[in-house]
Nanobody, 114 residues
Framework: QVQLVESGGGLVQPGGSLRLSCAAS????????MGWWRQAPGKQRELVAA???????NYAASVKGRFTISRDNAKNTVYLQMNSLKAEDTAVYYC????????WGQGTQVTVSS
């Protein structure tokens, strides 16, 4: 059974940066794509970034140029570097495997506010 643990969230001012981490444990050797989602209050969960084992990436239009996804396959960990943060980036951020979903972790809260 795969477990996901997200970390790195917090309170940051507009224009600031955060780096999120997600560690996956369990049988994930056959899972290719890792991604980051976010869910703001009253809104649906949305995919913001994804990355294959080979390094191909995809980003939501709202974060392109500001967020960077990366992963360490040896550590089964995916990261999300978030720069130039805006108030609308405020949400709980989750990781998972697009198309091959496992149980969601607890997420990590990101709050962008002055």
């Amino acid at each position: 059974q795969v477990q996901l643990v997200e970390s790195g969230g917090g309170l940051v001012q507009p224009g600031g940066s955060l780096r999120l981490s997600c560690a996956a444990s369990g049988s994930i050797f056959n899972l290719n794509v890792m991604g980051w989602w976010r869910q703001a209050p009253g809104k649906q969960r949305e995919l913001v970034a994804a990355m294959t084992r080979g390094g191909s990436t995809n980003y939501a239009a709202s974060v392109k140029g500001r967020f960077t996804i990366s992963r360490d396959n040896a550590k089964n960990t995916v990261y999300l570097q978030m720069n130039s943060l805006k108030a609308e980036d405020t949400a709980v951020y989750y990781c998972n495997f697009p198309g091959e979903f496992v149980s969601w972790g607890q997420g990590t809260q990101v709050t962008v506010s002055s």
